[in-house]
Every structure is written in structure tokens, then in C-alpha cells.
């Protein structure tokens, strides 16, 4: 299995609402993350999360909340969003994090196409 | 990690070969040379990566210059299938984030 799934493939909600979205991967990777794409801009990195551990955060603002439950699984908890926050949001895994002397390749789901209204 | 600097925009007629540049010119000794591509709407796809010597897989070659300051994606054959935003990216390995960095990419066109 070399897929990156994610669900749901759309979303609408409301800036009250809370959401989540998910990313799952059973290929043994150990670092996922998000990314979050505006129309016609490339992918930003918002998350990393190694070995169920967040590494970085993008200076993202709280209203997103990650969560990593076990190595096979990612979520992102949305809570109060903005209306600019309606983007394309992309999970990837990769088999490592990064160790010094190597980079790994990352494999990305199909996203979530958010839309706050 | 070094910028690169990619056209922004290509077109190449299917069956034709495409080479489609990347000008690193600040990049440093230990930094890899990537290659995604974003077909529309979709997740971004890992196609190639390189250090020194030029490399071919499946779906590509690298062709990397003596000094390391550009490199070259060459698909072969391009299909219609091709069409899509490619973005090179330049990589430390040195960090321990394995963070990518997208630049604007370029638009690669094939033309029936």
C-alpha cells in the first residue's frame, strides 16, 4: 500500500463550526504533515509530526489543532476559521523525519478542499 | 535551503521530449536537487531527486550541470498526462525536519 488517504475530499463549514480532517498512511512512515495551498500558490508547510511527536509548527495560528494518535494516523482539528482559511489542505508522510546526512521522499494524499463560509 | 528559480510557464507538444530548467545558483555542496509535480487539484508527486551525478528513473531524468548551479527535468515522452505544475526544490540534508519549500514551479503545457 503507497497511498496517502484523506478524508473528507470537501468541507464546508461555517466559522462556528468544529471540524476535523484526516490523513492515514499504513506504509511504515514515521513523520506526516500538513500543508495548506491557496488557488494557484504552492503547497506551505504548516505541521511535521516524527515518530508521534510534533517537530514543527509553522507559527500556525491555534484556531488549527493537530493531533497524531498513532504512527498510521494524522488529524487536523479546525475550530472558529476565517473565511481566508478556505484552501486545499494536503497531508504527506515520509519513512523518517529527517536525520542528518539524508532527506526522505514525501508521498501526498489528495486533499481536503476547505471552504469556510 | 538555496531558492531556485523556475519559468513559469512551458509548453511542449505530446511524444516531444520536455526539459524543463531549474537555476540553483546559491546552492551548497551538501544540498540534493528534488523534483515534484502538482497535477491539477491534486497532491503533489514525487518524481526525482539528485546530488552530483545525473540520475533517470521510471518516470524521468535529472540532469544535473558540472557546478550544480542548474539542473534540467527531462521527460522523455511527454503525454497529455503530463500537464502540471513541477516545482524543484533544493534540500539539506543536514537539517533534521525534512521540510520541503515550494517555489512557484512551472506550468507545464502539452499540447495534443
Known amino acids: 500500500d503507497t497511498e496517502v488517504t484523506q478524508t473528507p475530499k470537501h468541507l464546508v463549514m461555517g466559522m462556528t463550526n468544529k471540524k476535523s480532517l484526516k490523513c492515514e498512511q499504513h506504509?511504515?512512515?514515521?513523520?506526516m504533515y500538513w500543508y495548506k495551498q491557496k488557488a494557484k500558490k504552492p503547497p506551505e508547510l504548516m505541521f511535521v509530526y516524527s515518530y508521534e511527536k510534533l517537530s514543527i509548527n509553522e507559527s500556525v495560528p491555534s484556531r488549527f489543532s493537530p493531533e497524531c494518535p498513532n504512527s498510521s494516523l494524522l488529524n487536523l482539528h479546525l475550530h472558529a476559521l476565517q473565511p481566508e482559511d478556505s484552501a486545499l489542505y494536503l497531508c504527506a508522510s515520509s519513512l523518517r523525519g529527517g536525520t542528518s546526512g539524508r532527506t526522505y521522499e514525501q508521498y501526498f494524499g489528495p486533499g481536503t478542499r476547505l471552504t469556510v463560509t | 535551503d538555496a531558492k531556485t528559480t523556475q519559468p513559469p510557464s512551458m509548453d511542449c507538444a505530446e511524444g516531444r521530449a520536455a526539459n524543463l530548467p531549474c537555476n540553483h545558483s546559491?546552492?551548497?555542496?551538501?544540498?540534493?536537487v528534488y523534483w515534484y509535480r502538482q497535477i491539477h487539484s491534486q497532491g503533489p508527486q514525487y518524481i526525482i531527486h539528485?546530488?552530483?551525478n545525473n540520475e533517470t528513473n521510471e518516470m524521468a531524468s535529472l540532469i544535473i550541470t558540472e557546478d550544480r548551479k542548474s539542473s534540467t527535468l527531462i521527460l522523455p515522452h511527454a503525454t497529455l498526462r503530463d500537464t502540471a505544475v513541477y516545482y524543484c526544490?533544493?534540500?539539506?540534508?543536514?537539517?533534521?525536519?525534512?521540510?520541503?519549500?515550494f517555489g512557484t514551479g512551472t506550468l507545464l503545457a502539452v499540447q495534443p
Open positions: 526544490i533544493v534540500r539539506d540534508p543536514g537539517g533534521a525536519t525534512n521540510k520541503l519549500i
Open positions: 539528485g546530488l552530483k
Open positions: 546559491t546552492i551548497s555542496g551538501n544540498e540534493y
Open positions: 506504509m511504515g512512515h514515521r513523520a
